[in-house]
């Protein structure tokens, strides 16, 4: 028969007062004696409170924010027997697992399914899991959640490009009347700041993870067999068996081979963390990531160079598309160097020599600073796949099916790891059909297209088909193009450079693509990647009221020119009747 324990402040052994930062149980929950409860502060540091005793957590009578002192009621346990430490049965939940690591000699951690990885697609797929009822351990090399993309990533950099663009936009209304002193950067303050959203948004998915029951374990995981984990941490390891598992574990730059060891040839990580402002700053990959840290450290006063293997900027866009960037970079960069590949660099007391060769012509320059951007490649390399039969091809990605999951039938696969498109927002919806289909859902993907962005000035964005992709496969296609220089918005804004291109399937109307390149692409193209998701014609995107002046009318007003209808353009009868033909 139960018995109903109350837990007090007093039941831990500290005098004073402390308030309450974080609960780690909810009502209903099984735990463990000596599991965490509450994340407090004191005066002097935080404090991690344990339950004294095994049982179920039933009424909880504080909230975060409290002031515990005295003999302060914390929560009611119902204290049986049935509910012994989790080492002694097979049937406990990761919540019940004890916050430290197991050495190598204790039982395993049982789990219904393991997630190895913590960033969007992982902390995604363990959640959703968590919802769905399953036992689910998380498992992040790093010390906190969010992988690449909030931690080295899309976040720190759209930090960086937000003052950026504060920046150009100061400089720019001058020529408005509206003049500003030149700014100041403060780096420090400036890192702080970036330190600190990124910080915010890591202690909200570890509340997040922790609110679901979900054990989240630090260290790095390598199979032992098809349904086990051994996981590393220091001079520690532990075993976690599964039924299920999600392989979520991301992606790593690239490295060119035989690059000197120095300081001031760094990849992309370390770019977003420098200490000084290179004034002579060389970009090696003019993809997406080189040109966003290019167009922030350009704002802040570097001198760019750009180097380039294709024949133009961000290469699995359409040139076209590009081509505005590229007329308005050129402007402002030292150089944009396309069709050209690197020799060599040379480290010397003043900076790196670079040299590199456009055809049959070889230069050489001399930077402070030398970024490698040179794409990614998947984290599969350390996993011990074979010892669980998982299948990967040459480059390292692992194949899935539409369910995502693996050749084998309980260990799915989900981001960077399964290949490209290399992007976040495409592994959280990956982690989400997995989690459903370990659980027993019918869910796989299904989806038509995903959305691309670059965050560069100006942004390019693109949704669908290509005008490349089109051409490869023998897809018959009709382009309309409405330039923003006929755009009131654009012109309000000093910024008629961009344009929205759109691709139809002539016969009936039919969205097949779409890019847009200039201020706010990465907001506008959502409405695109729906309109294609849902067969949306010309006729009926015409037919959607936008508002003005906005940016957004261009959409409309792209697919108006393949209609025939266009008003704010001038389009000889001619050419209207062989768009629409």
Same mark, same amino acid.
């Given at each position: 028969?139960?018995?109903?324990?109350?837990?007090?402040?007093?039941? !831990?052994?500290?005098?004073?007062?402390?308030? !309450?930062?974080?609960?780690?149980?909810?009502?209903?929950?099984?735990?463990? #004696?000596?599991?965490? /409860? %509450?994340?407090? =502060?004191?005066?002097?540091?935080?404090?991690?409170?344990?339950?004294?005793? *095994?049982?179920?957590?039933?009424?909880?009578?504080?909230?975060?924010?409290?002031?515990? *002192?005295?003999?302060?009621?914390?929560?009611?346990?119902?204290?049986?027997?049935?509910?012994?430490?989790?080492?002694?049965?097979?049937?406990?939940?990761?919540?019940?697992?004890?916050?430290?690591?197991?050495?190598?000699?204790?039982?395993?951690?049982?789990?219904?399914?393991?997630?190895?990885?913590?960033?969007?697609?992982?902390?995604?797929?363990?959640?959703?899991? $968590?919802?769905?009822?399953?036992?689910?351990? %998380?498992?992040?090399?790093?010390?906190? /959640?969010?992988?690449?993309?909030?931690?080295?990533?899309?976040?720190?950099?759209?930090?960086?490009?937000?003052?950026?663009?504060?920046?150009?936009?100061?400089?720019?209304?001058?020529?408005?009347?509206?003049?500003?002193?030149?700014?100041?950067?403060?780096? #420090?303050?400036?890192?702080?700041?970036?330190?600190?959203?990124?910080?915010?948004?890591?202690?909200?998915?570890?509340?997040?993870? =922790?609110?679901?029951?979900?054990?989240?374990?630090?260290?790095?995981?390598?199979?032992?067999?098809?349904?086990?984990?051994?996981?590393?941490? *220091?001079?520690?390891?532990?075993?976690?068996? @599964?039924?299920?598992?999600?392989?979520?574990?991301?992606?790593?730059?690239?490295?060119?081979?035989?690059?000197?060891?120095?300081?001031?040839?760094?990849?992309?990580?370390? +770019?977003?963390?420098?200490?000084?402002?290179?004034?002579? @700053?060389?970009?090696?990959?003019?993809?997406?990531?080189?040109?966003?840290?290019?167009?922030?450290?350009?704002?802040?006063?570097? #001198?760019?160079?750009?180097?380039?293997?294709?024949?133009?900027?961000?290469?699995?866009?359409?040139?076209?598309?590009?081509?505005?960037?590229?007329?308005?970079? &050129?402007? &402002? @960069?030292?150089?944009?160097?396309?069709?050209?590949?690197?020799?060599?660099? =040379?480290?010397?007391?003043?900076?790196? !020599?670079?040299?590199?060769?456009?055809?049959?012509?070889?230069?050489?320059? #001399?930077?402070?600073?030398?970024?490698?951007?040179?794409?990614?490649?998947?984290?599969?390399?350390? /996993?011990?796949?074979?010892?669980?039969?998982?299948?990967?091809?040459?480059?390292?990605?692992?194949?899935?099916?539409?369910?995502? &999951?693996?050749?084998?039938?309980?260990?799915?696969?989900?981001?960077?790891?399964?290949?490209?498109?290399?992007? +976040?927002? =495409?592994?959280?919806?990956?982690?989400?059909?997995?989690?459903?289909?370990?659980?027993?859902?019918?869910?796989?993907?299904?989806?038509?297209?995903?959305?691309?962005?670059?965050?560069?000035?100006?942004?390019?964005?693109?949704?669908?088909?290509?005008?490349?992709?089109?051409? $490869?496969?023998?897809?018959?296609?009709?382009?309309?193009?409405?330039?923003?220089?006929?755009?009131?918005?654009?012109?309000?804004?000093?910024?008629?450079?961009?344009?929205?291109?759109?691709? @139809?399937?002539?016969?009936?109307?039919?969205?097949?693509?779409?890019?847009?390149?200039?201020?706010?692409?990465?907001? /506008?193209?959502?409405?695109?990647? %729906?309109?294609?998701?849902?067969?949306?014609?010309?006729?009926?995107?015409?037919?959607?009221?936008?508002?003005?002046?906005?940016? *957004?009318?261009? %959409?409309?007003?792209?697919?108006?020119?393949?209609?025939?209808?266009?008003?704010?353009?001038?389009?000889?009868?001619?050419?209207?009747?062989?768009?629409?033909?």
């Amino acid at each position: 028969m139960d018995s109903i324990a109350e837990i007090r402040w007093t039941d !831990i052994e500290t005098k004073g007062t402390a308030v !309450i930062i974080e609960i780690l149980v909810n009502t209903g929950m099984m735990l463990d #004696e000596g599991q965490p /409860l %509450l994340i407090l =502060k004191s005066e002097d540091n935080e404090i991690e409170f344990r339950s004294p005793v *095994s049982g179920k957590v039933g009424q909880i009578h504080i909230g975060i924010g409290d002031q515990l *002192s005295g003999n302060d009621l914390i929560l009611t346990l119902a204290s049986n027997s049935q509910y012994p430490n989790h080492n002694s049965s097979e049937e406990s939940t990761p919540s019940q697992i004890p916050s430290k690591q197991h050495n190598s000699n204790s039982v395993p951690i049982r789990a219904e399914l393991v997630v190895i990885g913590g960033g969007p697609g992982g902390y995604t797929a363990a959640f959703r899991a $968590a919802d769905l009822g399953i036992k689910t351990v %998380l498992i992040e090399r790093h010390s906190k /959640l969010g992988g690449v993309c909030l931690n080295v990533g899309c976040i720190p950099s759209k930090a960086l490009l937000h003052l950026a663009k504060i920046i150009d936009e100061a400089s720019l209304a001058e020529a408005w009347g509206l003049k500003y002193p030149k700014p100041e950067l403060d780096l #420090e303050g400036i890192h702080s700041w970036k330190s600190g959203v990124v910080s915010r948004l890591n202690t909200g998915l570890s509340s997040l993870g =922790k609110k679901r029951g979900i054990k989240i374990l630090k260290g790095s995981a390598s199979f032992i067999s098809p349904n086990s984990l051994e996981i590393k941490e *220091s001079d520690t390891t532990s075993e976690v068996h @599964f039924d299920n598992a999600i392989i979520a574990t991301g992606s790593s730059p690239n490295q060119l081979p035989g690059l000197p060891g120095d300081p001031r040839i760094i990849n992309s990580t370390k +770019a977003l963390t420098l200490k000084s402002i290179p004034r002579r @700053f060389l970009i090696i990959g003019g993809g997406v990531i080189g040109m966003e840290l290019a167009t922030a450290y350009h704002a802040f006063g570097s #001198e760019i160079t750009i180097i380039e293997t294709t024949d133009h900027l961000i290469a699995s866009a359409d040139s076209d598309l590009v081509r505005p960037l590229e007329d308005y970079v &050129r402007s &402002r @960069f030292k150089e944009v160097y396309l069709n050209t590949n690197l020799l060599s660099l =040379k480290p010397t007391k003043k900076g790196i !020599i670079a040299e590199y060769s456009r055809g049959d012509i070889r230069e050489q320059a #001399e930077f402070d600073q030398v970024l490698v951007a040179i794409g990614r490649r998947p984290n599969s390399k350390n /996993l011990a796949l074979d010892k669980a039969g998982i299948v990967i091809d040459e480059q390292g990605f692992i194949g899935v099916d539409k369910q995502q &999951r693996t050749n084998l039938e309980h260990i799915f696969a989900i981001g960077d790891v399964t290949g490209n498109p290399m992007l +976040a927002h =495409k592994a959280a919806y990956e982690g989400k059909i997995a989690a459903e289909a370990a659980a027993g859902q019918n869910s796989s993907k299904n989806t038509r297209v995903i959305p691309f962005v670059a965050y560069t000035d100006p942004e390019v964005a693109w949704v669908g088909k290509t005008e490349t992709e089109l051409k $490869a496969e023998e897809i018959p296609y009709e382009k309309s193009v409405f330039p923003w220089v006929a755009s009131g918005r654009s012109l309000t804004m000093g910024r008629s450079e961009g344009m929205t291109k759109l691709l @139809f399937d002539p016969a009936s109307g039919e969205i097949l693509g779409a890019g847009i390149v200039g201020a706010n692409a990465s907001e /506008l193209i959502a409405q695109m990647g %729906l309109s294609i998701e849902t067969g949306c014609s010309a006729k009926e995107l015409t037919q959607t009221v936008h508002p003005h002046p906005t940016l *957004s009318e261009s %959409l409309s007003m792209a697919a108006e020119i393949f209609e025939g209808t266009v008003t704010d353009l001038f389009i000889p009868k001619s050419k209207r009747t062989t768009q629409q033909n």
